[in-house]
Nanobody
Framework: QVQLVESGGGLVQAGESLRLSCAAS????????MGWFRQAPGKEREFVAA??????YTIDSVKDRFTIYRETAKNTLYLRMNTLKPEDTAVYYC???????????????????WGQGTQVTVSS
């Protein structure tokens, strides 16, 4: 059984940084596609970044500030977020796909496993 547990969210001021973690069990983070999504109040869940054995992809609006990476030894996926802005405020979710081939998925329905989410709040 795959379980994903996010941590690292919190309340920060604009311009500060956070690192989100997603600890995985029942799944090796380096073997399958994994991603980060976020959902702001009243909005749909939005793709942020994904990573596979062959590379990663981050949406244009945050690619200069956010970095997705994983640490195999800790079986953990990370999202490093720098220069945070109020519009980054959302619940951030970690997701895992069953695939380890093909293009990275960017739609929520394409991911099978989800964490419970971690709140990120950026004050101006």
């Amino acid at each position: 059984q795959v379980q994903l547990v996010e941590s690292g969210g919190g309340l920060v001021q604009a311009g500060e940084s956070l690192r989100l973690s997603c600890a995985a069990s029942g799944r090796t983070v380096s073997d399958y596609h994994m991603g980060w999504f976020r959902q702001a109040p009243g909005k749909e869940r939005e793709f942020v970044a994904a990573i596979s054995r062959h590379g990663s992809y981050t949406i244009d609006s945050v690619k200069d500030r956010f970095t997705i990476y994983r640490e195999t030894a800790k079986n953990t996926l990370y999202l490093r977020m720098n220069t945070l802005k109020p519009e980054d405020t959302a619940v951030y979710y970690c997701a895992a796909d069953d695939r380890n081939y093909g293009p990275l998925a960017t739609g929520p329905s394409e991911y099978k496993y989800w964490g419970q989410g971690t709140q990120v709040t950026v004050s101006s």
